[in-house]
């Protein structure tokens, strides 16, 4: 199995804090939708945050094509091709959204394809383009995920980290998220999704990772996840959900 | 009728100079959440800047200008160094940069006055007792070159921030310092840039305010609320709502001032400000105001 990041062993927290991950595992294979699930305080968004350098790590390792990220700074992963999309607060909310695109190539060297590539990508998201100089604070929920994920796709990353895409959103809408990321998935971009709409997020996932009390407690494809029955009772709401 | 015009327009006048006041101000709180009560004073010692070079040297203030916005920069860079960027994660921050601040202006209060002593200054350039004449109504020439030049120096800025590649990460780090910085914003050098584009903006705000207003180094605890009720009127951090906020309160002063009692003109500025905070506290372009 060829592996494009792991995380062994991590312990990690906020401030001076109690540990919230400790002893965290985590393979992550090129290519691939990866879902994180687990209660509230699992450590889930904190496991995301140690690898994208937002919070340091204690002890153990993030290991990316073999090399380590233990002490960069977030710019620092950006620039390795580590996208992190944070919950709810990705955007700028009084600039624009092709403002909002722009900054997304903020950490490009070369700024010189920025507004062609911010182009094309708008071609594929129509509603960008149609709201490209409206500020992102005035879109709907949906638009402005929408966007926070189509702006990933400009640094062309290896790896895109989402927090919970689904949160506040309705239904039918959190299902057109999961389409967006399964077409970056598609385009060979790696996913690693945090969801607390477990059942969905797996669903729409290759490989299933659930975490407790900031340890790994199973993982496995997505579809053994869904069936194993104590996983079932105790993360997806009985075994009716499934 | 003549006199509306005329208060208007002096009104008018004072407004771009009030805006150019509250700019720094604005930017300061904006980007770094630093409510700035040392703002004031550094207004006085940019003033201070041009008094001296057209005392000594016969420089117009109007050249001391750029000369005051450096000096003042440079203040402010050494300042954000010692006093504010090892505090800057806490999460205390604004309400610990009051009580710095504080202290911040009242030694630059007491090192001016030890400097420069107490007394009343004004720089006196030809045009700052001259005025133009249209009709029956006057322009005051010093407070006309004042109103515009400020302008100049806020579009400037606006036009920096909006279209820079620097200004798109102050912007952006104003909005939403994490998002930022996961997108590769230096969100620590910002912080310490727009405090110097801030403290600068108050030297530029001095040069054009030392041939307006009669100044000495106690005179900025009297702008405090000023400039306060201007930035809390526009909304905290919004440049455009400064502009608005600083003609809007000014004309109404200048009114006050006419029509009511000179003594009552500055109340206007306190007054606004409690009924600002009882009725809109975000202000007219700011966001809902945000507690934790």
């Not at chain 1, 199995?1 to 540990?19: F, I, R």
């Not at chain 1, 294979?29 to 204690?58: D, F």
């Not at chain 1, 695109?101 to 594929?124: A, C, H, Q, V, W």
């Not at chain 2, 727009?194 to 702008?223: M, N, R």
């Amino acid at each position: 199995m060829s592996e494009l990041l792991h995380v062994s062993n991590v312990t990690a927290g906020y401030g001076d804090g109690p540990a919230i991950l400790d002893g965290a595992e985590l393979t992550v294979e090129p290519g691939k939708v990866h879902c994180i699930i687990g209660p509230n305080g699992a450590g889930k968004s904190t496991l995301l945050k140690a690898i994208c350098g937002m919070l340091k790590v204690r002890k153990g390792d993030v290991l990316y094509r073999g090399e380590s990220l233990k002490g960069l700074r977030p710019d620092q992963v950006l620039r390795k091709g580590i996208c992190f999309v944070p919950q709810e607060r990705a955007l700028f909310p009084k600039m624009t959204v092709r403002e909002n695109m722009r900054m997304g190539g903020f950490s490009l060297p070369d700024t010189s394809n920025l507004e062609k590539r911010i182009d094309e990508i708008e071609e594929r998201f129509p509603i960008l383009k149609e709201r490209r100089d409206q500020h992102a604070g005035t879109m709907s929920g949906g638009q402005q995920q929408t966007l926070a994920m189509a702006r990933t796709m400009i640094l062309k990353p290896d790896i895109v980290m989402l927090d919970e895409p689904s949160l506040g959103l309705a239904p039918k809408i959190v299902q057109e998220m999961f389409d967006i990321m399964r077409m970056m998935a598609a385009e060979g971009i790696t996913i690693l999704l945090v969801e607390q709409n477990a059942l969905m997020g797996l669903k729409n996932s290759d490989w299933g990772v659930v975490l407790d009390l900031g340890k790994t407690l199973f993982s496995g494809p997505a579809k053994d996840v869904l069936q194993d029955p104590r996983i079932q009772d105790l993360y997806l709401g009985g075994s009716k959900a499934a | 009728m003549a006199d509306i015009l005329q208060t208007l327009i002096l009104g008018l006048a004072l407004g771009g100079v009030f805006a150019l006041m509250g700019s720094g101000l604005s930017l300061v709180f904006g980007v770094m959440r630093i409510v700035n009560l040392a703002h004031p004073v550094m207004i006085i010692a940019g003033a201070y800047v041009a008094y001296w070079g057209f005392k000594l040297y016969g420089i117009d203030p109007l050249v001391m200008l750029p000369v005051a916005i450096v000096i003042l920069a440079v203040i402010g860079i050494l300042l954000y160094k010692l006093v504010f960027e090892r505090e800057a994660r806490s999460a205390k921050y604004s309400e610990m940069t009051v009580l710095l601040t504080f202290a911040v202006a009242m030694i630059v209060e007491g090192a001016l006055g030890g400097l420069f002593t107490n007394t009343q200054r004004v720089t006196s350039p030809a045009y700052a007792t001259d005025a133009i004449f249209i009709g029956d109504v006057f322009i005051p020439t010093g407070q006309l070159y004042a109103g515009i030049l400020s302008l100049v120096i806020i579009a400037g800025l606006a036009l920096f921030l909006k279209y820079s590649r620097f200004g798109y990460a102050i912007r952006a780090t104003t909005q939403n310092r994490e998002a930022a910085e996961l997108l590769g914003v230096n969100v620590s050098m910002v912080a310490l840039v727009s405090f110097a584009i801030g403290i600068g903006l108050a030297g530029a705000a001095g040069s054009l305010v030392s041939f307006v207003f009669s100044f000495f180094p106690a005179k900025h605890w009297e702008w405090i609320a000023v400039l306060m009720s201007l930035v809390v009127l526009g909304g905290m951090g919004s440049l455009l709502g400064t502009v608005v906020a600083s003609f809007l309160l000014s004309v109404i002063a200048a009114f006050v001032g006419t029509y009511i009692g000179a003594t009552w003109s500055t109340m206007t500025f306190f007054l606004a400000l409690f009924l600002i905070l009882l009725v809109r506290p975000q202000g007219l372009f700011g966001e809902k105001p945000e507690l934790a």
